[in-house]
């Protein structure tokens, strides 16, 4: 994710008490509440009886292309002009529930990666829309992917699987380590590879230099859990958030459990067991309180790269979704001890009216967009701090709507879950706890 700039304005990290357990109560006092303005948005579709939502949303890394995977099997590209997101493209090819959306490099920033339920993935270009590689996995659904310079990885039904993107031929696979469907896969610069996985273990293989299955393991961890998705964060990208089917959060040093000689990493350094209270908590306890009466489920997490913070986007089902820092407190051997969730720093409110499925952080500092968001209202979001785009929005907002662009605050129908969120209904239930072997 990019970065947003917590000034001196906002809560004094370097002042507030230490994290406590988990379990304990928000920390620290709350401080002043960054209320960015929805200065543009656009729906995915028009037909309001039976609407699409949005399953991802994802800038590429210049800012100026906004992809969004929706509910009807296709790919929406938006270009961000002043306060309005402007249609350019659509990408069509998919027959099934579109599962994962990236793009593919820096140096790549007009292509675009997307899987799907119909057991693909496909690698396409924004400029004119089309397919420029397609892999395709038989009988199985693809339910994420990931890339690193050539090689390809993706999670089907208990495997993790990998291609040569120069040849466009399978390299390997891995099937002894999940026996459910795995759910995320992200490659680390290293060459490591983490899968998460329905069977709620979570597995490190190094696969920069072999793809057999007794060298490549190096850690994994069992939440006893759903893994519905996870992040890596820290400066060096070794811890992972974990969000899973039940909406608990998980904090591991996953890169620390790699390493034989540290001490530290061979379990979770934090478990959020009841986050949704905790997040309510925080928020109550701040000015967040009258937009987020309650927490009814996270959007995920997003790292600001220069203050070292986590922070768990919450929301509640009516549109608005909160900043929460979760504070870690480091132990004398340097691993992480512990965490804590202190009260918001930011909300966004007055944009969406339903369900936020997916949050982008799209650059540092005030000026210019800061984030976009998708729903299951149908909606992509663009949220900024800068005086000038509000200005101008407000101005757009005065006049014509422009075409593509919808005002806030429509009555929407909730609709089903994202991919995510139904997966975990649908297996929650029947899911087979398995001791971890490790």
Wanted: proline fraction near 6%; charge should be negative; aromatic fraction near 6%.
């Amino acid at each position: 994710m990019g970065h947003i700039k917590f000034d001196s304005d906002d809560e004094d990290m370097d002042g507030m008490q230490a994290p406590q357990p988990s379990t304990s109560a928000p920390a620290g006092p709350p401080g002043t509440l960054k209320l960015p303005v929805c200065c543009g948005s656009a729906r995915v579709d028009f037909n309001f009886n039976d609407p699409c939502y949005v399953f991802r949303v994802l800038p590429n890394t210049s800012g100026d292309l906004i992809a969004a995977s929706v509910s009807n099997n296709t790919v929406k590209l938006y270009q961000p002009s002043g306060p309005q997101l402007s249609l350019v493209g659509e990408l069509r090819g998919h027959t099934g529930t579109i599962t994962d959306l990236s793009f593919c490099s820096t140096s790549q920033p007009y292509t675009v990666m997307s899987s799907s339920t119909d057991g693909t993935i496909i690698v396409w270009d924004v400029r004119n829309a089309q397919p420029i590689e397609r892999y395709e996995v038989r009988g199985q659904e693809v339910f994420t992917h990931s890339s690193l310079e050539h090689v390809l990885a993706a999670g089907t039904t208990g495997e993790v699987l990998f291609w040569d993107r120069r040849s466009r031929k399978p390299l390997a696979n891995l099937d002894d380590t999940h026996a459910e469907d795995v759910t995320q896969v992200r490659f680390h610069s290293s060459g490591r590879i983490i899968s998460g996985s329905i069977d709620g273990l979570i597995a490190v293989h190094d696969v920069s230099k072999s793809f057999n299955d007794d060298d490549v393991f190096q850690a994994a961890i069992n939440i006893s859990n759903s893994v519905e998705e996870f992040g890596m964060y820290g400066p060096d990208g070794g811890r992972l958030w974990v969000r899973t089917g039940t909406e608990t959060i998980h904090l591991w040093e996953w890169l620390r459990g790699t390493d034989e000689d540290a001490a530290g990493g061979d379990m979770q350094f934090a478990d959020f067991p009841t986050a949704r209270d905790m997040a309510t908590q925080a928020c109550a306890a701040s000015s967040a309180a009258s937009l987020l009466p309650q927490v009814d489920y996270f959007v995920g997490c997003h790292y600001d790269t220069p203050t070292n913070q986590l922070f768990l986007v919450s929301g509640h089902n009516e549109g608005p979704v909160a900043f929460v820092p979760i504070l870690e407190q480091p132990g004398p051997q340097g691993n992480m001890v512990a965490a804590a969730m202190a009260c918001p720093v930011m909300a966004l409110s007055g944009g969406h009216s339903s369900i936020v499925r997916s949050l982008h952080c799209m650059r540092e500092g005030t000026m210019g967009p800061l984030c976009v968001t998708g729903g299951e209202d149908a909606l992509v979001c663009m949220w900024t701090l800068d005086q000038e785009l509000v200005n101008a929005a407000a101005a757009g907002a005065a006049g014509e709507m422009p075409s593509g662009l919808a005002a806030s605050g429509r009555s929407q129908q909730r609709l089903s879950p994202g991919p995510d969120r139904q997966h975990a209904q649908e297996r929650i239930g029947s899911k087979k706890k398995r001791p971890s072997p490790y």
